[in-house]
């Protein structure tokens, strides 16, 4: 059987004050393009496939026609579930209606979907767990006991296995933190002064479990639970990353091969390091200048509006970073040291940043008359 797994699509993310839709929307058009390619027998989607509870109209527009294309147009059954960022309910709107097309979504929480699938070697059992608080999970069990991540997750998993009957392959979809998995910046934390970690243990019966949550494709448990990946690079610790999709095939024995399939982006996340000036001259010949980028300038001296240059040659930077105060702990005693200096004080500062020239006493002169008509109940001293 050959399952195609994704997850933690975030439609509709917000990167840096920037809007990542179009981007998203090259990304999902070149992965129906992988679908048609490969024919699989069912499409994975692990969770967080939007990136809030209350998503905007053009993510909800985007998921619309992505699904569309893959189970109207090209005939294959999608399994999605609900991650931490998604309201389960909103995801699971119609899902009885649509299951009969072949869209199958299991969103409220405490309400796993079982499914049965069948190949020329049998049949495999697919259960689909949506993300549940570990409350949630004790509320709908009516358990009296204190529940962490994996105590719930051990709990509704033993409720699963209680209904799979005799002995199939097997396939869990589910949205956790697994221990051993490496973690990003662009992920929200499942538990607040507590482990939200659960144990490659607690998913033991499974031949494969199609894990969402962290952005790094990996697997754990010899291969057995895996991590897809983002559709995306969503934070500079993702610079690295590989983004891909993973192509699952279970052989008759339950034996479980994965192959990672790149999806190329629209745009890349990249980190440049140098002085302004070597990146403003790199960048009339950088062939990938659209990128989006985060600049490390190596400047020791003040620089002019270095965000408005860099966007000369690099439209798309999306921020920057002065290493000679990240390096000599400068940037955080200075910020503290402006906040105790009154409004001519710091104006003072900034003109001799900026202009190199000191505030003599005509300036001084001047700027108390300006604050005074802007401000005459000397609210600004």
Do not use: C
């Amino acid at each position: 059987m050959r399952l195609l797994h994704t997850a933690d699509w975030h439609l509709g993310r917000i990167f840096n004050a920037h809007s990542l839709i179009e981007d998203q929307a090259h990304l999902l058009r070149e992965f129906v393009a992988r679908v048609r390619d490969i024919k699989p027998d069912a499409v994975l989607i692990a969770g967080d496939v939007y990136d809030r509870a209350v998503p905007p109209a053009d993510a909800v527009a985007l998921l619309d026609e992505t699904l569309s294309d893959i189970v109207q147009g090209l005939g294959v059954p999608v399994v999605m579930i609900a991650g931490n960022h998604d309201s389960g309910e909103r995801l699971g709107f119609g899902a009885k209606l649509l299951a009969g097309q072949g869209l199958h979504v299991a969103g409220q929480a405490g309400s796993p979907l079982k499914l049965r699938l069948a190949d020329r070697h049998g049949e495999v059992d697919l259960f689909a767990l949506p993300y549940a608080e570990p409350a949630v999970v004790r509320s709908i069990h009516g358990s009296e006991s204190t529940l962490d991540h994996a105590a719930a997750m051990r709990l509704q998993l033993d409720a699963i296995r209680g209904r799979s009957g005799r002995a199939r392959r097997s396939v869990l979809l589910a949205h956790a933190f697994v221990s051993g998995g490496e973690e990003s910046e662009s992920e929200r934390p499942l538990s607040i002064g507590g482990s939200g970690a659960v144990p490659a243990e607690v998913f033991k019966g499974f031949d494969y479990v199609a894990l969402g949550h962290l952005h790094q494709a990996q697997s754990l448990a010899a291969g057995r639970l895996r991590y897809s990946g983002s559709l995306m690079k969503y934070s500079l610790s993702e610079v690295a990353h590989a983004k891909s999709v993973s192509l699952v095939e279970l052989d008759e024995a339950g034996s479980v091969s994965v192959e990672a399939i790149a999806l190329p982006p629209r745009r890349d996340l990249r980190v440049l390091e140098g002085s302004l000036a070597e990146l403003i001259e790199r960048g009339r010949s950088d062939p990938h200048a659209e990128d989006y980028v985060h600049a490390r300038l190596t400047d020791a001296g003040a620089l002019l509006d270095p965000m408005s240059r860099l966007r000369e040659l690099y439209p798309n930077a999306l921020s920057l970073e002065r290493l000679v105060l990240a390096r000599s702990g400068e940037g955080s005693a200075r910020r503290e040291a402006l906040r105790q200096l009154d409004t001519s004080a710091l104006f003072a500062s900034f003109l001799s940043d900026v202009a190199d020239e000191e505030m003599d006493d005509a300036r001084r002169a001047a700027f108390a008359e300006v604050l005074r008509t802007l401000d005459p109940e000397g609210r600004s001293a």
